[in-house]
């Protein structure tokens, strides 16, 4: 099949502004080209902006997601995980973090090779193993890309019982990039536990990362009142916050926000 720029723009629920922007900016125009006619676009152009309107959707900035679709992401970061080599894959990992920054890497390569093996692993029931080797290998190249020197005025915590730790290494990582140093406390931290570590450390920004409604609901919200608290995850996307609870949808935005409140 063949489209229109017309049809396509219509079919995916954007303008043909938009359209015409990522050919322009980023390539992502129609393939197919006949002599003295406009050119169409074929089936694997719209499966490809059929992802470009979903990671920009998720909040990835479209530089980022048009860089991890036009490259196919990273062919050296596939190889290593589908032989579950985890070494390859930090070096892989630490390499395009030290050639493009913690953001860019994670918006345009890992979080797109994250997204896409999970729908793997739901389509066949198959490649945990993968996801699992994959995201370890991805923690450990964010902890050796380096630390900020300072005493760290930003605590990072998951929310009770909250497993998914990876997106505070990452945000860890990019503020370390940017000289901010940070206090991790990982996975599963009790309600208890993030309020006395805040009483403790008294940081001036505190980052609670829940991927789950049930663990974001378990967060003492009201007993951090005084703190600058942001809060991301999907876990968030439906919870009531306070005027001084501000949730965050991108890396980046995380970084940025963090930034400016210190």
Not at 93 to 105: D, F, M, N, P, Q
Not at 213 to 242: M, N, Y
């Amino acid at each position: 099949m063949e489209w229109s720029a017309g049809a396509v723009a219509r079919m995916l629920g954007i303008s043909p502004t938009t359209l015409r922007t990522w050919d322009r900016r980023y390539g992502l125009g129609p393939s197919t080209r006949h002599e003295g006619k406009h050119r169409r676009y074929n089936d694997d152009d719209v499966v490809r902006l059929k992802r470009m309107v979903e990671l920009t959707a998720s909040g990835v900035a479209p530089a980022s997601a048009a860089a991890s679709l036009t490259s196919s992401g990273d062919p050296d970061f596939w190889a290593a995980a589908d032989e579950l080599d985890a070494a390859r894959m930090r070096r892989v990992a630490v390499g395009l973090i030290a050639r493009h920054g913690v953001v860019h890497t994670w918006d345009a390569v890992l979080m797109p090779f994250l997204v896409e093996l999970g729908e793997r692993v739901s389509a066949t029931a198959s490649g945990v193993e993968v996801e699992h080797v994959a995201s370890l290998s991805i923690s450990d190249a964010m902890r050796v890309s380096g630390a900020a020197a300072g005493v760290p005025s930003v605590l990072l915590a998951c929310a009770p019982e909250e497993q998914h730790s990876l997106p505070l290494d990452v945000l860890a990582a990019a503020l370390a990039e940017r000289g901010q140093a940070s206090r991790n406390l990982g996975a599963r931290v009790p309600a208890t536990a993030l309020v006395s570590a805040v009483k403790r450390l008294a940081p001036e920004v505190v980052f609670v990362w829940a991927h789950d409604r049930v663990h974001a609901d378990q967060v003492p919200l009201a007993e951090l009142a005084g703190t600058h608290v942001l809060v991301a995850g999907p876990g968030w996307e439906d919870v009531p916050l306070s005027g001084d609870v501000q949730r965050v949808g991108t890396l980046a935005a995380a970084v940025e926000t963090i930034l400016n409140r210190i």
